[in-house]
């Protein structure tokens, strides 16, 4: 590329970085499918949306899971002025959820992007810069895109090695358009950032076409550039010595720019570097000197940013500031808070010396002897909000302010006017938390007088709330105890690593585990919400497993396992069984049987009673079990690859395959052929760094031979379904994608569709072969429609029933009862009262 430009990046299309050609806006359908005239459309326009014979397609339809908890800036906004659109990365992709009825769109990345490091939206919400890490090097630059013309068919591409170097691409899209269309294409994508590095924080200018793009790197590069992305020219660079988390650029509407920089140390500003034109002057009308001759030889950047100094009445010792942004409106001053419970305004235009203007002790006004780490600011015209820990809020408005005969306003007496208004708890709400967690991000809209401002947090705990400003207004002060409910979206998500998930057969639900939060969530996908939580104090839950009907759950734990009934708002014991190492379990198909897999052991007990029925030994530690489709066998498999098919009338050994020790195989997952014939199993294998899926048939090893994985990649999790030409196989793989492998016209092909930001660590199929879910250790929860698997109606068990009942205790039934008849009584007392 030419000097100060950045390669591979093309306008409005593709562009250069990490499979651009691949990327585009997916609008997700619901589970049960699109309209017809959607779907009719959809066929006309794409080769992928009508699956040939033995192909399988697989499309994203929801995802439940934020970075809010991540430490990634911005990890939820507005993604208009009115607030009807949310903005989040999700896994590895950037989500557009609709807050009125909970659609989503995913921006499709490419097989690359291993996750997404910054992002950020400009003021007037009208551009979204997205960095991503890509693990490939960049491509050639296109200027035509090669993508496939579908909005909802995603191509799954050829399963890759892990591991190897990242390089950081940054895209972005324009958010100008009323609604989010499916066939969205980015601005333009900047594919390879030179001598920039690994990006870790991203701002934009607040000028509607967002004309400048700042970012900033990590180690080693320690790299700060600032570019005219439309135009693709570098402004300026500099060497930083550290990391920067918070990078934010003047508003638009003052003289020149100027960007600032947070981090663990420092608050450093900088302006950019004048530019010569034709003539060789500067903005000034002064001539700029030559470039030395031997400036391409020369270690020091030709193009640095002018560095201003730090501000005047700051303290001098490293201080770490956790965020900063921009007065709204803009007057040349900015407000930072720092690890120290302070709040500093401080002036920073450019032109004059940045100084300390006020400084605010104590910004959320809580009892005495009390502190609250402040997390994160946002500005607005007007005010700020300060979210910290606990997930204390804070609102602090200007008071009037008067300007002087030319027009201009004081900056000392803005600072001066701002009033503490009030400083709450905002509770996420539901479930049976008792505290809340901190406050990691916050966005605010300004939709006018006539309607309230709305609030959106984002908490540490990867939850995501919304308010109105007026709410929040009316609520108590913390200290009191008191707090602010918040509209919980999705109902909330995981804080950490899902460790297992099921699926029901006869509800659209889904059961996941996650040991950091101690919980089980229960998440309808149909309605695209987790319905209940439920937190086991100090126990953490090591696996889960569904009934097929849908209203019982087994939750193991390191001593013991728990079968619960789904209430509406609660889950209720049943039985609970002392069980030491409880690793996996799983319901029959018939729901008439739960296996449990402990240490070296299988027990299997009958539900009606929660009798034993059997217990079966292995050699080593039993890692994964599935029962028969028809549960006429239970197949187990120890970590060592042995694999035993069990009888499931008289529990004996109806085959055995027992491993060899000394071959350094380890074994992670089994799955059973489900219709795809009696016998027809499937174990995910890892020897040294090599990954592979073994077939077995009656326990014996296929003659077909083995399925090889990418080297450094393994499997977590199988599952297996009959397609229309063959068995397919899923699987959760160790770099976060779902692996699958089928056989089309007599070919074996594989291909991997990439989702989460770290390894899936389990795969759930439907009984219908329609919907699958996955988990990650990103906390996220993916759930994937799948076409050319289910066969309804040709001997299929038929798609899912009875979504809309729930199971109610009596307790309950009989307080609604008793309301019920008391509300004759209670109008009539008011008839009276009237009269």
């Not at 908890?69 to 607030?83: F, K, P, T």
């Not at 030179?194 to 076409?209: H, K, M, N, T």
């Not at 700060?224 to 135009?231: G, I, K, N, S, Y």
């Not at 549960?631 to 187990?636: E, Y």
Request: charged fraction near 20%; hydrophobic fraction near 40%; charge should be negative.
């Amino acid at each position: 590329p030419r000097p100060g430009c950045f390669a591979g990046s093309e306008v409005g299309g593709v562009a250069g970085g990490g499979g651009g050609h691949d990327r585009r806006l997916v609008q997700a359908s619901t589970c049960s499918g699109m309209s017809a005239s959607a779907r009719k459309a959809s066929r006309k326009s794409s080769r992928y949306s009508d699956p040939g014979l033995g192909e399988v397609v697989v499309e994203i339809a929801h995802a439940f899971g934020s970075h809010c908890g991540s430490g990634l800036r911005d990890a939820a906004v507005y993604a208009d002025q009115a607030g009807l659109y949310i903005l989040h990365p999700v896994g590895r992709y950037i989500s557009f959820r609709h807050l009125g009825n909970g659609e989503a769109s995913f921006v499709i990345e490419s097989p690359q992007v291993q996750g997404i490091s910054a992002c950020a939206i400009n003021r007037s919400r009208t551009v979204v810069a997205v960095c991503e890490d890509c693990s490939a090097p960049a491509p050639r630059t296109s200027s035509s895109s090669s993508a496939p013309s579908s909005p909802v068919a995603i191509t799954a591409a050829e399963p890759r090695a892990a591991g190897g170097p990242l390089r950081t691409q940054v895209t972005l899209y324009s958010l100008k358009t009323a609604s989010l269309s499916a066939d969205r294409q980015p601005l333009r994508t900047l594919g390879d950032l030179g001598q920039v590095g690994r990006v870790v924080c991203v701002a934009l200018s607040g000028d509607a076409e967002a004309t400048l793009l700042a970012v900033a790197s990590q180690a080693p590069e320690f790299m700060l550039a600032v570019l005219d992305w439309r135009r693709n020219e570098v402004m300026g660079r500099f060497k930083l010595t550290d990391t920067m988390d918070r990078l934010a650029i003047s508003p638009s509407s003052l003289d020149a720019s100027v960007v600032s920089a947070s981090g663990l140390a420092s608050l450093r500003l900088w302006t950019l570097p004048e530019k010569k034109n034709e003539a060789g002057v500067g903005a000034d009308g002064e001539p700029l000197a030559a470039p030395a001759e031997d400036a391409e030889a020369s270690d020091e950047l030709q193009d640095e940013l002018l560095a201003l100094a730090q501000p005047s009445g700051l303290a001098e010792v490293p201080t770490h500031f956790t965020d900063h942004a921009w007065m709204e409106p803009a007057d040349g001053s900015l407000v930072a808070c720092t690890e120290h419970c302070e709040v500093h305004i401080i002036s920073a235009r450019a032109g004059s010396e940045p100084r300390l203007l006020r400084s605010i002790m104590s910004p959320f006004v809580l009892s005495v002897g009390r502190e609250v780490l402040p997390r994160s600011l946002r500005c607005f015209a007007g005010g700020f909000l300060v979210g910290g820990d606990e997930g204390v809020l804070a609102l602090w408005e200007r008071g009037q302010v008067d300007a002087d005969e030319q027009g201009v306003w004081d900056r000392q007496a803005n600072a001066d006017a701002f009033q503490h208004v009030r400083s709450c708890c905002v509770f996420p709400g539901g479930g049976q938390a008792q505290s809340s967690p901190a406050i990691t991000c916050v966005d605010i809209t300004t939709a006018g007088e006539e309607v309230s401002d709305n609030l959106l947090v984002g908490f540490a705990d990867n939850s995501m709330g919304q308010l109105t400003l007026d709410d929040f207004r009316q609520g108590k002060n913390a200290a009191d105890g008191e707090k602010v409910c918040c509209n919980l979206l999705c109902g909330g998500f995981h804080s950490g690593p899902i460790s297992c998930i099921d699926v029901a057969v006869q509800r659209p639900i889904v059961a996941s585990a996650c040991r950091k939060d101690s919980s089980v969530r229960i998440w309808n996908y149909t309605t695209k919400r987790c319905e209940l939580k439920w937190t086991f104090q100090g126990e953490e839950p090591t696996c889960v497993g569904i009934h097929p009907i849908g209203y019982l759950v087994a939750v193991g734990f390191s001593d013991k396992m728990r079968v619960m009934q789904i209430l509406v708002d609660e889950l209720k014991p049943y039985r609970e069984v002392h069980l030491r190492s409880v690793r996996t379990l799983r319901f029959s198909n018939g729901g008439h049987l739960l296996a449990v897999a402990h240490s070296k052991s299988v027990t299997v007990f009958g539900i009606r009673t929660m009798a034993k029925v059997a217990k079966l030994q292995h050699s080593q530690q039993v890692v994964s079990l599935c029962f028969h489709s028809e549960d006429k066998t239970l197949t187990t498999c120890s970590e060592d690859g042995s694999l035993v098919e069990w009888n499931a009338h008289t529990w004996t050994k109806a085959n055995e395959f027992p491993a060899d020790r000394q071959s350094g195989v380890e074994a992670y997952a089994v799955a059973t052929g489900g219709d795809a014939g009696d016998g027809q199993t499937c174990v995910a294998l890892t020897k040294g760094t090599k990954s592979l899926v073994r077939f077995f048939t009656d326990c014996k090893p296929s003659e077909g031979g083995d399925v090889k994985l990418p080297e450094h990649v393994q499997l977590q999790a199988l599952c297996q379904h009959m397609g229309m030409s063959g068995p397919v196989i899923f699987g959760a793989t160790s770099t976060g994608a779902l692996w699958y492998h089928s056989e089309i016209a007599g070919r074996m092909v594989m291909k991997e569709l990439a989702l989460h930001s770290g390894p899936c660590l389990d795969v759930r199929l439907s009984a219908d072969g329609s919907t699958l879910v996955t988990a990650g250790e990103d906390g996220t929860i993916f759930v994937v429609n799948v076409r050319g698997l289910a066969m309804i109606g040709e001997g299929g068990r038929g798609g899912v029933t009875n979504s809309d009942v729930v199971m109610i205790s009596r307790g309950e039934i009989q307080a609604r009862e008793e309301d019920v008849t008391g509300w004759p009584r209670e109008r009539e007392s008011q008839r009276g009262g009237c009269h």
